[in-house]
């Protein structure tokens, strides 16, 4: 499971809101003759549901996060090591200007990271048990502040108003390829046939995958604006040592549930498939580090 949080849950969202107004038999993007496209029309429906499926992921996020890592919330320090990264977490925020997120612990033995939340004085930090028992306290400390500076730099909010807009250009370009081809191939005259519903579906699904990178553009640049604001918070020796022991630790790295991968860590391969890629190659990372 590959597909990213949001692109996945667009994804059904767009896919059910047509279904569902096509079982309705909602016509409101046609014309009053029922032949031709209001395109006004159809562009303003396009854009509440676009953006509403990027907002409702957005809301979401915590809830899924939670739910698909397992995170146990520190309410309390049980012990040390859960006090130090409370008040690690916690000195680190004042640092970023933004208010204590929520701390949690997921069970895994893979050194990963994340933070997600609808907002940056509403977020959720959480790192993986194996990350905790490996890496140094300047380690730990330094993709602690990566996080945060995700969280301090509105990368969530961000990620959903570009998410919005890859909504709309999707359903709206989806619709007149079905409609165009209901008319041209089908030879429907007027309303729609069973051909607009399954070319519309059809060509959702595939302008949504292609339109992925231009998500996954952005994704990769606030990586590097993330190390930058974590190097800030802490040193930008501590952010190089900690991407560079990610990356010798990599044997240990897999990837998170398909849906939190643009909020984690991944280490990035090179080929045509970086086009695709939440993350760009820790090497890349460390590099824009030791040339700012």
């Given at each position: ?71 146990v919330i520190l309410e309390q320090a049980g012990n040390q090591d859960e006090q130090w990264l409370l008040d690690t977490v916690g000195s680190l925020a004042t640092q970023a200007g933004i208010k204590m997120p929520e701390v949690g ?25 194996g990350l905790l028992q490996r890496f140094s306290p300047n380690e730990v400390r330094a993709v602690l502040a990566h996080e945060l500076g995700h969280v301090a730099n509105g990368d969530m909010v961000t990620l959903t108003l570009i ?130």
């Amino acid at each position: 499971m590959r597909i990213l949080l949001f692109l996945g849950t667009n994804l059904a969202v767009l896919i059910l809101v047509g279904l569902v107004f096509n079982l309705l038999g909602f016509s409101g993007v046609l014309e009053a003759n029922g032949v031709d496209l209001n395109l006004s029309a159809l562009l303003v429906f396009c854009a509440l549901f676009g953006f509403g499926g990027a907002i409702i992921s957005l809301l979401l996020s915590k809830w899924m996060a939670k739910r698909g890592t397992g995170t146990v919330i520190l309410e309390q320090a049980g012990n040390q090591d859960e006090q130090w990264l409370l008040d690690t977490v916690g000195s680190l925020a004042t640092q970023a200007g933004i208010k204590m997120p929520e701390v949690g612990i997921f069970p895994s033995e893979s050194a990963n990271a994340f933070a997600t939340g609808w907002n940056r004085n509403d977020a959720l930090v959480a790192v993986s048990s194996g990350l905790l028992q490996r890496f140094s306290p300047n380690e730990v400390r330094a993709v602690l502040a990566h996080e945060l500076g995700h969280v301090a730099n509105g990368d969530m909010v961000t990620l959903t108003l570009i998410q919005g807009v890859v909504n709309t250009f999707v359903m709206f370009a989806a619709r007149i390829i079905g409609h165009t081809i209901d008319r041209v191939v089908f030879k429907n005259e007027r309303g729609y046939g069973i051909g607009y519903f399954i070319v519309t579906i059809v060509a959702e699904i595939a302008l949504g995958f292609l339109a992925s990178m231009v998500v996954m553009k952005f994704s990769r640049w606030r990586e590097y604006r993330a190390d930058a604001a974590g190097a800030g918070l802490t040193t930008r020796q501590d952010m190089i040592a900690a991407l560079q022991r990610l990356r010798t630790d990599q044997g240990h790295i897999s990837e998170l549930p398909g849906e939190l991968t643009a909020f984690g860590i991944r280490l990035g391969k090179a080929g045509f498939a970086d086009l695709f890629r939440s993350h760009p190659s820790l090497e890349d990372r460390i590099m824009a580090l030791q040339n700012p």
